[in-house]
Each structure stands twice: as C-alpha cells, then as structure tokens.
C-alpha cells in the first residue's frame, strides 16, 4: 500500500484504506474527488497522481483541477498528464478556462466564426456561468449543439430576456 495514499486518506480523515482497496478505481476517485475539495490537501493529492496507474482516473482529476486551481497553477497539474504522455485534453481544458476567464472579467465576445471552435465542454460551461446577454444569444441561435442552445435560451428567459 502506498504511503501516499495513506497520507492522503488520513488528512481527509478516511479511515486508512483496507487491504486491496487501493487499487480499487472507484475508491481512489471518491478519494481524489474529496482531496479536490480541499485545497490543503492538493500537494499531497500531486503526489498520489504521480503514481496513479489508471490513466483515465489520472486525467479526469486532473481536468477538474485545473477547474478548481488558480490559473498559475494549472501548469503544475499539466505537468502530471504530460509526464504520461496526456497532456492534449487537459492542454484542450486549460484553454476552455482561459476563454471563461477571459469572458467574465469582460472580454470580447466572440463571434459566430469562433464560437464554432469552442468544444462542447466550453460552450456548456459558458452558458451555465455567465449573465452576458449578448454570448447567451450568440450560443442560443448559433451553437452546433441542441442541448447548448436549449440551455443558453433557458438563462436569457431566467435573466429576463425572451
């Protein structure tokens, strides 16, 4: 059993982790998810990752960390997946959030040509965080995805605007 993983469970206050259960996927995510949660924790939760075989666990915590980081450290979780090779999602994500950012400390809004590349994730993401009418009808009449127009539609009728 991995010391870090020990270290980890015990500062989140988990019961350390029975015999076989850390290799057990489910419970190292519900693990990583709530070391997520807690900022204080995040160092520890690096160390973890570097030893974490799944690749697919690694890079879904660490495309929710950069979420939850500040933007100066979001390259030191970049790092965790370019070390396995991983990095084009998470590259992919860090430039979602950089866009949001950009969007919500009032930045240009985009127009039809690059809404077009914006992925799905992001055009989602948008609708669901910023009160930017004119984004909000950009993405309710020109996304290429129905569920994102639905939902950009439904935040104009919630701020006001029909």
Known sequence: MSNRIVQLSSALGFD????GEENDEHWRWRLYQEALRNPAVRPILRDVLKEEQDVSVLIGVVL????LCSMDDRASWLDLAS?????AAV????????IID?????GDAPDLAELSTW???LQGRV?????????LQMLA???NYKKVRSRAALRLRQLGEV
Request: charged content about 35%; proline content about 5%.
């Open 16 to 19: 350390p982790p029975q015999l």
């Open 64 to 67: 929710r960390a950069v979420e």
């Open 83 to 87: 070390e396995r090779g991983e990095s």
């Open 91 to 98: 590259v992919q994500r860090i430039g979602d959030l950089e």
């Open 102 to 106: 950009h969007l919500l400390a009032g």
């Open 119 to 121: 992925s799905r994730w």
């Open 127 to 135: 609708t669901e965080v910023t009160e930017r009418r004119e984004v």
């Open 141 to 143: 009449s020109g996304s």
